[in-house]
């Protein structure tokens, strides 16, 4: 069988599903599938949806059974023993919980992120600082105490990823409560907004600010991400975290709901030009 791990790498899943895809071009079953390894039907099921760690041997059987050429079976097999190297996050795993592994994954093979945020900076764009504060004050049965340094030293690991020369374009939107709540002390907040101020001049990231004068806006349920990829194979993906845990979907009526929530919070909040004015104003007031 097939080794079970943590969370997928982005390219397990993308191999999983062309894995499927082909499978089902080849009209085989996953159950006549599973008979050519001699393994029950849900390994099959689990190996598509990246469940488990696709094994070369099995790979290799099920490509040539599906009909698939020397050729394009060795350039699956060489991307197959890249997917299953482990990520940079891999390190971390003594203080990464299985459900925010994914999300790592994800954040480093997307294109396109945007993110609605009614609470905390994104991490992403946080300080170290502002980063330490956060977990000092949420650390409440999810992170302890001595782990705090390794869970900032993660956060600041994977901003890098928008300074890399493929980097991704992050749209955010920030409610106003962002600001205006004190993380920290005065200083620790003129640097995040500092830092802030430094991000909207980027040329791939887009910042707007929720203000409260705009009123409710449809999104002011919760936090929520989506990421969009690339790769073809991987649909956009929403990641919604709450207390203990996150949730993944991407079945497409809710991902359409999420991304029309966010369309709609992006022509309601303040432009990009003018958050840039209103983070000079509340630096100014701190």
């Known amino acids: 069988m097939s080794e079970p791990r943590s969370a997928p790498t982005v390219g397990q899943v993308v191999l999983g599903k062309r894995l499927m895809d082909l499978r089902e071009r080849a009209g085989l079953k996953r159950d006549e599938a599973a008979k050519l390894l001699r393994v029950a039907s849900a390994t099959v099921r689990r190996m598509e949806t990246a469940e488990v760690t696709l094994k070369v041997p099995y790979v290799q059987v099920l490509l040539r059974a599906y009909g698939v050429g020397d050729e394009e079976v060795n350039a699956f097999v060489e ?34 992120i945007r993110a609605y945020e009614p609470h905390f900076v994104p991490g992403l764009l946080q300080t170290e600082g502002y980063a330490l504060s956060v977990m000092h004050a949420g650390a409440v049965g999810q992170v302890q105490p001595d782990a705090i340094d390794r869970h900032v030293a993660l956060r600041m690991r994977r901003q890098s990823l928008l300074t890399r020369s493929d980097a991704p374009r992050l749209w955010v939107i920030m409610d106003e409560t962002v600001l205006r709540r004190p993380v920290g002390t005065p200083e620790i907040m003129r640097e995040q907004i500092d830092r802030l101020i430094d991000a909207s001049e980027m040329s791939n990231v887009t910042l707007q600010i929720a203000e409260f004068s705009t009123g409710h806006h449809p999104g002011t349920y919760g936090p929520f991400v989506l990421f969009r990829f690339a790769m073809p194979e991987l649909p956009d993906m929403i990641y919604s975290e709450y207390l203990t845990g996150a949730v993944y979907l991407d079945a497409r009526p809710e991902v359409a709901t999420h991304l029309e929530v966010m369309d709609r919070m992006a022509a309601q909040a303040a432009t990009a030009q003018r958050t840039k004015e209103i983070l000079k104003d509340v630096r100014k007031e701190l």
């Not at 990520?87 to 480093?108: K, N, T």
């Open 79 to 112: 991307l197959t023993e890249e997917a299953n190297k482990p990520g940079w996050w891999q390190r971390f795993h003594d203080i990464l919980p299985d459900w925010f592994s994914m999300y790592v994954s994800l954040e480093g093979a997307a294109s396109l």
